[in-house]
């Protein structure tokens, strides 16, 4: 597994990364619809995309991670936090994406790693997902060690066709410690258990 050299940031300014939000999510209908779209979004649906993250960061409900390497971003994910107050152990990871170009290298890992240290740095204990069943989605976090505690059976619809979806949980110190090991077996160096 390569390592491609990333750079992460949590940017305030998502209007700096319109351009590149809005490809990500057009790229995404050819890629499994991992973003949520079947088909290719129209213009309005990609400026909805960027308006949504833009209101989540700048309103102070969740985060965007950018990921950029020489040839550009190369990743993202959106962090929603929860403004209850009983409830603020809780967020969701609402979209993330690699570029095809990161993919099979520990970017995903890196990705992980940075959003798991956000939420510590926040308070968050717990990160929850929702993903449609058997897609790559599904499948990436499932190896995280995500785990289902629910299941929705008119998920969603494509081509007339219904698809389950899974509502998916993880400790964030169990994930960043997962995480954690991974790097260190890839390293070569001693397991920390």
Same mark, same amino acid.
């Given at each position: *597994?390569?390592?491609?050299?990333?750079?992460?940031?949590?940017?305030?300014?998502?209007?700096?990364?319109?351009?590149?939000?809005?490809? *990500?999510?057009?790229? !995404?209908?050819?890629?499994?619809?991992?973003?949520?779209?079947?088909?290719?979004?129209?213009? &309005?649906?990609?400026? /909805?995309?960027? !308006?949504?993250?833009?209101?989540?960061?700048?309103?102070? /409900? /969740?985060?965007?991670?950018? %990921?950029?390497?020489?040839? %550009?971003?190369?990743? *993202?994910?959106?962090?929603? +936090?929860? !403004? *209850?107050?009983?409830?603020?152990?809780?967020?969701?990871?609402?979209?993330?994406?690699?570029?095809?170009?990161?993919?099979? +290298?520990?970017?995903?890992?890196?990705?992980?790693?940075?959003?798991?240290?956000?939420?510590?740095?926040? /308070?968050?204990? +717990?990160?929850?997902?929702?993903?449609?069943?058997? !897609?790559? &989605?599904?499948?990436?976090?499932?190896?995280?060690?995500? +785990?289902?505690?629910?299941?929705?059976?008119?998920?969603?619809?494509?081509?007339?066709?219904?698809?389950? %979806?899974?509502?998916?949980?993880?400790?964030?110190?169990?994930?960043?410690?997962?995480?954690?090991?991974?790097?260190?077996?890839?390293?070569?160096?001693?397991?920390? %258990?």
């Amino acid at each position: *597994m390569l390592t491609p050299v990333l750079t992460w940031h949590w940017p305030d300014d998502v209007r700096a990364y319109e351009k590149e939000l809005a490809g *990500m999510l057009a790229a !995404s209908a050819a890629d499994d619809g991992i973003l949520g779209y079947a088909e290719s979004p129209s213009p &309005a649906q990609r400026e /909805g995309f960027v !308006s949504g993250v833009e209101q989540l960061v700048s309103g102070g /409900g /969740g985060h965007l991670l950018i %990921g950029e390497d020489e040839e %550009g971003v190369a990743a *993202m994910c959106v962090m929603k +936090t929860n !403004s *209850m107050p009983n409830c603020r152990h809780l967020a969701e990871v609402m979209k993330a994406y690699l570029d095809p170009r990161v993919r099979g +290298t520990s970017a995903v890992y890196q990705l992980v790693e940075r959003v798991c240290a956000k939420a510590e740095e926040i /308070g968050v204990e +717990t990160f929850v997902i929702d993903v449609r069943e058997d !897609s790559k &989605a599904h499948r990436v976090w499932s190896r995280f060690g995500f +785990t289902s505690y629910g299941v929705l059976d008119d998920y969603a619809r494509v081509d007339g066709r219904s698809y389950r %979806g899974h509502y998916m949980r993880h400790q964030v110190r169990e994930l960043a410690a997962a995480v954690a090991e991974h790097a260190r077996k890839r390293a070569g160096a001693p397991s920390a %258990g």
